[in-house]
């Protein structure tokens, strides 16, 4: 089992960064395959973007390719979510998730994500 802790959340203007950091509690981190789903007022949570074990494959929903990226650090138990040229669209809150299962078989299924962070929230003002 693992917790999930987000932070870096805030409050941004069009065109800027933040990155978000999800730390992991627990000794297994690096059996997980870890994602970024994010969910905005009155829509569903939409998957972002995932990193397998080794932090050497990765892939995005169509939206964040090119502005985001997910890198981890196994012996920092912890996944970063570098945001750039962020827009009014990706305001959200933002939940780190893990998943036990093989990276092919994960993709951005929210069912396949075991456990959970509590969110941070994203505001990017126009």
């Known amino acids: 089992q693992v917790q999930l802790v987000e932070s870096g959340g805030g409050l941004v203007q069009a065109g800027g960064s933040l990155r978000l950091s999800c730390a992991a509690r627990g000794r297994t981190f690096s059996s997980y395959v870890m994602g970024w789903f994010r969910q905005a007022p009155g829509k569903e949570r939409e998957f972002v973007c995932a990193i397998n074990r080794s932090g050497y494959s990765t892939y995005y929903t169509d939206s964040v390719k090119g502005r985001f990226t997910i890198s981890r650090d196994n012996a920092k138990n912890t996944v970063y979510l570098q945001m750039n040229s962020l827009k009014p669209e990706d305001t959200a809150v933002y939940y780190c998730?893990?998943?036990?299962?093989?990276?092919?078989?994960?993709?951005?299924?929210?069912?396949?994500?075991?456990?959970w962070g509590q969110g941070t929230q994203v505001t990017v003002s126009s």
């Open positions: 998730a893990a998943s036990p299962l093989p990276y092919s078989e994960v993709g951005g299924a929210r069912s396949r994500y075991d456990f």
